[in-house]
Nanobody, 127 residues
Framework: QVQLVESGGGLVQAGGSLRLSCAAS????????MGWFRQNPGKEREFVAA????????YYTDSVKGRFTISRDNSKSTLYLQMNSLKPEDTAVYYC????????????????????WGQGTQVTVSS
């Protein structure tokens, strides 16, 4: 069973950048398609980005296309989210998640495909 720990969140001004990391342990990282989600209090957790097993396939929600880049380093068992041109509406707790390999999906934006979740890291963008 894989454990996930996010880092890299913080406070940044609008237009700035942050790079989130998600370190995986306890499992075979390269077997899991991965994703990033975000959530604000009282709102549903929403999909941000997903990446396939070797990183050649990616998928983004429309609101972050062209600004965010998801990547992975399987040799380091680490997932990344580079966030540029940040906006106040990007403020949220960001979670990394790993797809259950048994589901047989290669890329997913659906919460129910993800079996393992990190504890989240807060990103706050000031205007």
């Amino acid at each position: 069973q894989v454990q996930l720990v996010e880092s890299g969140g913080g406070l940044v001004q609008a237009g700035g950048s942050l790079r989130l990391s998600c370190a995986a342990s306890g499992g075979t990282f390269s077997r899991h398609p991965m994703g990033w989600f975000r959530q604000n209090p009282g709102k549903e957790r929403e999909f941000v980005a997903a990446i396939g097993l070797i990183g050649s396939r990616t998928y983004y929600t429309d609101s972050v296309k062209g600004r965010f880049t998801i990547s992975r380093d399987n040799s380091k068992s680490t997932l990344y989210l580079q966030m540029n041109s940040l906006k106040p509406e990007d403020t949220a707790v960001y979670y990394c998640a790993a797809v259950d390999p048994a589901r047989g999906v290669v890329l997913s934006n659906m919460r129910h495909d993800y079996a393992y979740w990190g504890q989240g890291t807060q990103v706050t963008v000031s205007s």
